[in-house]
């Protein structure tokens, strides 16, 4: 993957307030980066080819939901 899009302190802050998570390492950061990342990517181009298919060259909060559905 190219240059990482999100930043481990938003990260850190993830686990730490929704998961309740007391320390966490860098390694765990990293990962979950990645993981998030990934998704995210993958999301968006099924999501550009649901605006394609519509005849937009938007992408809409319908064609995130719909992609991330698959």
């Known amino acids: ?37 990934n998704y995210g990517s993958q999301v968006g181009d099924r999501a550009v080819k649901a605006a394609n298919h519509a005849g937009r060259k938007t992408i809409k909060a319908v064609d995130i939901k719909l992609a991330s559905q698959n």
């Open 1 to 37: 993957m190219a240059k990482n899009v999100l930043p481990l302190a938003a990260m850190e802050n993830l686990l730490k307030t929704k998961s309740s998570a007391v320390r966490v390492s860098n390694d765990a950061k990293e990962a979950l980066r990645e993981l998030l990342e």
